[in-house]
């Protein structure tokens, strides 16, 4: 039962490398999401897929970019690392019925030095 | 002011206390509410959806007052494992996708 999987789970950089999250859900959801969560805040939107083809952006978008691949995959991208994208990384999935909630992976710990 | 608000806790409770978590939020179209958890240095879970009648599952009850746009969990004979951060989740749909935002948290730790 693998849900929402996400690679890889630890990833140190070093700044201005690249870089890409990926992210895959078996649950046949519409929709996808990439959030940043940093320590005292909530979980911030980076990027969501509201359905394969279509990507739009969150409240953080600035210095990232996605990829929805298929239904399945939606990946994370970091064309040019800064410190300040030192975060832990979560990839989500739901059914766009707003009674569903989203299923999250289980995080990419990504430092930037 | 941020769309959903926690208190930050800690909350330290011994085992056996009850202990109850408050949200507001800010969005009065907000549709759909959760409470998920999240252990330390994992992800958030669902713990369980809130309905405008209040629901319970368990040792868990959730309460949804629309009209304070506020949203409480209770959770009763608190155990060790109950330790984590409970995060306030509010959904509302906005351009077609299923837009969640979350609270920062309020952290619980249950103690012998």
């Known amino acids: 039962n693998a849900g929402v999987t996400q690679t890889p789970k630890f990833q140190v950089l070093k700044t201005g490398q690249s870089m890409t999250l990926q992210c895959a859900q078996d649950m046949n959801h519409n929709s996808m999401y990439w959030y940043r969560q940093d320590p005292g805040m909530g979980l911030r939107l980076i990027y969501y897929?509201?359905?394969?083809?279509?990507?739009d952006k969150g409240e953080v978008p600035n210095g990232y970019n996605v990829s929805r691949l298929n239904k399945r995959e939606f990946s994370l991208r970091l064309e040019s690392a800064a410190p300040s994208q030192t975060s832990v990384y979560f990839c989500?999935?739901?059914?766009?019925?707003?009674?569903?909630?989203?299923?999250f992976g289980d995080g990419t710990r990504l430092s930037i030095l | 002011r941020k769309e959903v608000e926690q208190d930050p806790g800690p909350f330290n409770v011994p085992e056996g206390a009850t202990v109850a978590f408050n949200c507001t939020y800010s969005n009065s179209a907000s549709q759909s509410f959760f409470w998920y958890r999240q252990d330390c240095r994992k992800e958030p879970k669902l713990l369980m959806s809130v309905y405008s009648s209040g629901n319970e599952d368990g040792r868990f009850t959730a309460q949804l007052n629309r009209a304070s746009q506020y949203i409480s969990l209770l959770i009763r004979d608190s155990k060790l494992s109950d330790s984590a951060t409970y995060l306030c989740v509010v959904n509302s749909v906005s351009g077609g996708y299923n837009k969640l935002i979350f609270g920062a948290g309020t952290r619980l730790a249950v103690h012998p």
């Open positions: 897929s509201a359905s394969e083809g279509t990507t």
């Open positions: 989500a999935s739901s059914d766009p019925d707003r009674r569903q909630p989203q299923h």
